[in-house]
């Protein structure tokens, strides 16, 4: 998690949910501080947003008001629509990526890695890459498009050998216990909400630092589909958990952030 993570958070979940008006500067950092944020690491993480464009600022006084880019909103919209694509029932198949770069170009290959690895690919064996997604090969294309590879060959395969199932390949590629305990993780900080839901800053603390925990595992995680996730799978139970917990403690954080907002908004009349 970085304050940069805090700040895209508290914008398109919570300023975006409540008008998305431009708000001053001192308002976000006075919001980031129920998280623990100083100051300066607010206000250096919001500059680096706008250099990023993603966030904009203009000038009232002597404030400073931000607001959310089209830029940044389109950035969740894809990386949502992304997520739910990798939803889709699965066909069966397994798209393949086998990649060469020269030996030279370290960085190259690493980028490559990083490409396949964001478009849900995991590593057969070091210059083979699989994944299950239907979409996988049209988001590998994308990310790698920029990238001069020796060989980039774009396959769709099977398993073919009795030996070897499908859920047997898919924990070759991935680390599956790992990636469960950073599910069973956040399952786990979800459930201390079920029974009673923090308010004021407290409740805005707490959603943010669960999106971004959630937001890590996610990053990491192919989402398998059913037929090739390991009994027991905690991710299904922390989709549930979110849509009822985190839905709750959504809304405590909201109403704090409205209260924040509330309370800013005479004094900003009145200059």
Do not use: N
Request: aromatic letters at 4%; charged letters at 25%.
């Amino acid at each position: 998690m970085t304050v940069r993570d805090l700040v895209v958070d508290l914008c398109t979940e919570h300023l975006d949910a409540l008008g998305g008006d431009p708000v001053s500067l001192q308002t976000l950092v006075r919001l980031l501080a129920a998280c623990g944020v100083a100051e300066p690491s607010a206000r250096v993480a919001a500059a680096a947003l706008r250099r990023a464009g993603w966030l904009s600022a203009t000038r009232r006084g002597r404030e400073t008001l931000v607001l959310p880019t089209a830029l940044l909103r389109e950035s969740v919209t894809a990386r949502g629509e992304r997520i739910q694509r990798r939803l889709d029932p699965w066909d069966g198949q397994w798209r393949m990526v086998v990649y060469s770069v020269p030996e030279t170009d370290r960085a190259a290959r690493e980028r490559v890695r990083r490409g396949l690895a964001r478009a849900g690919f995991g590593p057969l064996a070091p210059a083979t890459w699989v994944s299950p997604h239907p979409s996988a090969l049209d988001e590998v294309h994308a990310e790698l498009a920029g990238e001069r590879t020796s060989r980039l060959d774009l396959l769709t395969a099977h398993v073919a050998d009795p030996r070897l199932s499908d859920v047997d390949l898919a924990a070759r590629c991935w680390d599956l216990p790992l990636l469960a305990a950073g599910w069973s993780r956040v399952l786990d900080r979800l459930r201390t909400v079920a029974g009673t839901v923090p308010q004021g800053p407290a409740a805005l603390a707490l959603h943010l630092r669960l999106r971004a925990d959630l937001r890590a595992v996610l990053a990491a995680d192919p989402l398998l589909p059913a037929p090739l996730q390991p009994a027991g799978w905690p991710a299904r139970d922390v989709r549930d958990a979110w849509a009822d917990s985190g839905a709750r403690l959504a809304a405590a954080a909201r109403a704090h952030v409205a209260d924040v907002l509330g309370a800013v908004a005479p004094r900003a009349a009145v200059a």
